[in-house]
């Protein structure tokens, strides 16, 4: 009997303002040669992280410049993404601003003031370019996270009426043994969440965000790989009873490793992109190509790890 195909990567986060991440120092040579290997392996849909991470931007922003003191970035690199999603055939999606008071308060509300402009000021200045296709919430959330559902729900709302409804995407995570910050030394946690709580918790939280957000992706590291369909199949069940598309976020790197973060073996990948496809996720997009797949990124062996997904799927 053939086995049925995984589904495969068809999305990529543009991870160029990170807080846990070494940068790349690419220019737009090294970036459009990316582009390129990420058509060669069949993404047409880039979403750019964040816009912004507390003073550090990727364009230059009037409002956060002045409003929050920012630094001016030398490159506008929303103008030159969307220009090489336009040279490639891509959907582009904006990632809004991260303050970084989020992580340290709990506090989701406090994000919400500073997006309001930076969604208005971002449509304005790259709203025409054909390939600007969509909005992703960068705020992540796991549970009933303060202020969470009314933060989401009022910013994805926010860019639907500035955009004549462009759709919304999150990339919430699940709450399992993994779930723990890339800033702590150990690589799981005693406590985690149950399916039973998982179902109940995002059934208020989607019952809440929705008719704001189009599609969730959920982040698909946190839990062990036997455990991830369960987990799936709930995320998919729930988003089909509130009219929410369901996607999955295949992490490219591997949280089982002591040295955070680097690219995943590629057998791991794949037991996700089976589970994804059993599940009936419609769309897997990945945590990030640039870094942890590029036969160009400063990791060797992510190279190598776009090579074995190449050879896999015959590409």
């Avoid at 970035?73 to 990632?95: A, C, Q, T, W």
């Avoid at 399992?176 to 985690?192: C, H, I, N, P, Y």
């Avoid at 074995?308 to 015959?314: A, C, I, P, T």
Wanted: aromatic share 14%; net charge negative; with cysteine.
């Amino acid at each position: 009997m053939k086995q049925e195909q995984p589904l495969k990567i068809s999305g990529t986060f543009l991870d160029e303002i990170s807080h846990d991440i070494p940068h790349q120092n690419w220019g737009r040579k090294e970036w459009d040669a990316d582009f390129a290997h990420m058509v060669r392996m069949g993404i047409d849909t880039v979403f750019l992280i964040r816009s912004g991470y507390k003073r550090f931007l990727t364009y230059p922003s009037d409002y956060l410049i002045q409003k929050k003191g920012c630094h001016t970035p030398p490159v506008d690199l929303v103008e030159m993404f969307l220009e090489l999603s336009g040279k490639y055939g891509m959907d582009f999606y904006f990632g809004i601003y991260d303050s970084g008071e989020y992580w340290k308060t709990g506090n989701m509300l406090r994000e919400i003031d500073d997006n309001r402009f930076v969604i208005e000021e971002a449509y304005q200045k790259y709203g025409h370019h054909e390939a600007f296709k969509g909005w992703y919430i960068s705020l992540e959330l796991s549970r009933k996270t303060k202020g969470a559902v009314e933060a989401i729900a009022g910013l994805g709302r926010h860019c639907k009426s500035v955009s004549g409804g462009l759709p919304v995407l999150i990339s919430p995570w699940i709450d399992g043994r993994k779930a723990v910050s890339s800033s702590e030394r150990q690589l799981t946690k005693s406590d985690m969440v149950s399916v039973e709580t998982h179902y109940r918790e995002w059934d208020e939280i989607f019952h809440g965000i929705a008719g704001a957000i189009d599609t969730v992706a959920f982040q698909d590291g946190h839990v062990d790989f036997h455990e991830l369909e369960e987990f799936l199949l709930i995320n998919k069940e729930l988003a089909n009873k509130h009219n929410l598309s369901s996607w999955t976020n295949i992490e490219s790197f591997d949280r089982d490793l002591p040295i955070k973060f680097m690219p995943i073996k590629f057998e791991k990948m794949l037991l996700k992109l089976q589970a994804a496809q059993r599940a009936g996720c419609t769309k897997a997009i990945t945590f990030e190509f640039s870094h942890f797949m590029s036969p160009q990124s400063a990791y060797l062996q992510a190279g190598h790890l776009y090579h074995r997904y190449m050879e896999y799927f015959n590409k």
